[in-house]
């Protein structure tokens, strides 16, 4: 009884010290959302400040989860920090962001080679996420259309095994290129649908075990995204 009791306890101190946790990161989400918007929209142009007692202040929060929203930013090249000069915004590199997906091109195309044949489990898990996608797309849901792009993908880089392509992968901070690339994919009208597609052949080939197709699907998906940054 007492060991139950124990155990209990236990748990309930695990929730109550994770909770903080959790909301923190929820919190550093948002705030990262509304500042890469802010920079892509020009209300941050390149050049600015960003000053994080300011933007705690605003956000009315520590500035714990600002300095982790600016460090996530930094990663992905939308601002710079400085010893003494603070953080300022870059703005969006449009080189440097197609060689960010020439690179996640590679690790994916390789990785969809060591995948193959994929376990059913992980084609269940990717035709989730493409049916999520595909009503994001029909309800012009842009936030899941990223989440579920970014879970079916990472899904086929865990999928290979290799887990310094998982590494590499997450360092690359997708949850912020990826919104950059869906905003440019926004003003060239019918592009999601395309990608959607060119997604859905990619599944059929997975489950048909041809690694050729699958690696050159992978390969015009990027592509793809890659020219809007030309």
């Known amino acids: 009884m007492m060991v139950d009791v124990l155990a209990q306890e236990r748990k309930n101190v695990s929730?109550?010290?994770?909770?903080?946790?959790?909301?923190?990161?929820?919190?550093?989400?948002?705030?990262?959302?509304?500042?890469?918007?802010r920079i892509l929209d020009?209300?941050?142009?390149p050049g600015t400040q960003l000053k994080e007692l300011s933007l705690a202040r605003e956000f009315n929060v520590s500035q714990a989860p600002i300095r982790e929203a600016l460090r996530e930013l930094e990663g992905s090249g939308l601002v710079t920090s400085e010893r003494y000069r603070g953080t300022r915004v870059r703005g969006a590199d449009s080189k440097e962001m197609r060689e960010s997906y020439e690179?996640?091109?590679?690790?994916?195309?390789?990785?969809?080679?060591?995948a193959i044949p994929c376990k059913p489990e992980v084609l269940a898990a990717l035709e989730e996420c493409l049916r999520l996608m595909k009503a994001a797309v029909k309800s012009s849901d842009v936030e899941t259309y990223i989440v579920e792009a970014l879970r079916l993908h990472r899904h086929l880089i865990v999928a290979s095994g290799n887990r310094a392509f998982v590494s590499v992968w997450d360092s690359l901070h997708w949850d912020v290129r990826g919104r950059i690339a869906v905003e440019r994919l926004a003003r060239t009208g019918g592009g999601f649908i395309a990608i959607v597609e060119l997604?859905?052949?990619?599944?059929?080939?997975?489950?048909?075990q041809d690694v050729p197709a699958s690696m050159a699907l992978v390969r015009q998906i990027f592509t793809r995204v890659s020219d809007v940054f030309i």
Do not use: N, Q, W, Y
């Open 42 to 45: 020009g209300t941050f142009a």
């Open 103 to 114: 690179l996640r091109a590679t690790l994916e195309v390789r990785a969809v080679e060591l």
């Open 199 to 208: 997604h859905e052949a990619l599944l059929e080939k997975l489950r048909a």
């Open 15 to 37: 929730k109550a010290a994770a909770a903080p946790s959790v909301k923190r990161v929820c919190m550093r989400d948002h705030i990262r959302d509304v500042l890469v918007a």
